[in-house]
Nanobody, 116 residues
C-alpha cells in the first residue's frame, strides 16, 4: 500500500510563508513526477506546481515568483515553499505522485488558510 503524508499546513497572515512536505512510503517505485494541487471550497482541484525526475518544474501562473517546488529523491519527499501568501491561496493542498507504471497517488490533503 502506497501512503503519502502531507504536513506543514496551517494558518498564516497575508505576506507570510509556509513550507509543505509530502513523504511517500510503502510499495512505491519509479517515481516520475511529484506535484502539488489545491482545492478551494466550491472550486475544482487545480495544479499548483510539479517537478519531474529530471528536476524540470512547472508552476501555475498564480504562484510564479512566490512558490518553489523541490524534491529529495533519497527520502521520496516533495516540498512546496510558499512565500508572500495571499488570502486567495487558502485551500486544501494535496500532494500527488506519479509512480508504479504511471499510476497516480494522492495524499489526504493539508489545510492552508491565509488571513488578510
Amino acid at each position: 500500500q502506497v501512503r503519502l503524508v502531507e504536513s506543514g499546513g496551517g494558518l498564516v497572515q497575508a505576506g507570510g510563508s509556509l513550507r509543505l512536505s509530502c513523504e511517500a512510503s510503502g510499495s512505491i517505485f519509479s517515481i516520475t513526477v511529484m506535484g502539488w494541487y489545491r482545492q478551494a471550497p466550491g472550486k475544482q482541484r487545480e495544479l499548483v506546481a510539479t517537478i519531474t525526475t529530471g528536476d524540470s518544474t512547472n508552476y501555475a501562473d498564480f504562484v510564479k515568483e512566490r512558490f518553489t517546488i523541490s524534491r529529495d529523491n533519497a527520502k521520496n519527499t516533495v516540498y512546496l515553499q510558499m512565500n508572500s501568501l495571499k488570502p486567495e491561496d487558502t485551500a486544501v493542498y494535496y500532494c500527488n505522485i506519479r509512480a508504479n507504471w504511471d499510476r497516480n497517488f494522492w495524499g489526504q490533503g493539508t489545510q492552508v488558510t491565509v488571513s488578510s
